[in-house]
């Protein structure tokens, strides 16, 4: 099985600066998509970002972009002028490509951002 | 769009209860998932179907039981219920093949007492 780390329990930022949360994983797959979702104290699941490992290009947002590293196995989240509706827990999660017929998500123990203002 | 529907949103049990957990979703998906959420641990994978009448196991599914008898609804069923079933439920689904994300519905919270 596929294993998603998080080593960033919680983080803090201040208002208006940019903060990364950082994502690494175990995979042998060479297919894959890797995703980031937020949840704020609604406990709605909410994707952020979607990365597919085939595109070299790092997927951008808005003010979200990822740092996607496939031979270092890395996936950060880049939250640029953030905002204090950004307070959340941030969730790092995997995804099987096609190739492999397999479609369960793996996801990571989480971040909590804080947003200082 | 009401996308995946979960009930109840809050529920308290005693130990030894059972209940089912309903979920419901109009995306016409054929994966759907329950996870549990445990504080500082992830969601973990209880049990997925991949198909209406197809169910599998995930990383935790003691104490659980799923049933999947149409594309749209996938319940779950907690018997006898523990202290260590004390969690948030989410139920998901997604679309396969395809890049799609997982979508969840808001979750239940469950306290067995």
């Known amino acids: 099985a596929q294993t998603v780390t998080q080593s960033q329990p919680e983080m803090s930022v201040q208002e208006a600066e940019t903060v990364t949360l950082s994502c690494t994983y175990d995979?042998?797959?060479?297919?894959?998509?890797l995703f980031w979702y937020k949840q704020p104290p609604s406990r709605q699941m909410i994707l952020v970002i979607r990365?597919?490992?085939?595109?070299?290009q790092n997927a951008t947002e808005n003010r979200f972009s990822v740092n996607f590293q496939k031979a270092a196995k890395s996936f950060s989240l880049k939250i640029s002028d953030s905002q204090l509706g950004d307070a959340a827990m941030y969730f790092c999660a995997y995804r099987s490509g096609p190739i492999y017929n397999f479609n369960k998500f793996y996801f990571g123990s989480g971040t909590k951002l804080n947003v200082k203002p | 769009n009401a996308g995946v529907t979960q009930t109840p949103k809050f529920r308290i049990l005693k130990i030894g209860q059972s209940m089912t957990l309903q979920c419901t979703q109009d995306?016409?998906?054929?994966?759907m998932y329950w996870y549990r959420q445990d504080p500082g641990m992830g969601l973990k994978l209880i049990y997925y179907?991949?198909?209406?009448?197809?169910?599998d196991k995930g990383e935790v599914p003691n104490g659980y039981n799923v049933s999947r008898s149409t594309t749209e609804d996938f319940p779950l069923r907690l018997e006898l219920a523990a202290p260590s079933q004390t969690s948030v439920y989410f139920c998901a689904s997604s679309y396969y093949p395809g890049n799609t994300e997982a979508f969840f519905g808001q979750g239940t919270r469950l306290t067995v007492v």
């Open positions: 995979t042998s797959e060479s297919d894959y998509y």
């Open positions: 179907s991949v198909g209406a009448g197809i169910t």
């Open positions: 990365q597919e490992a085939y595109k070299q």
């Open positions: 995306m016409n998906h054929n994966y």
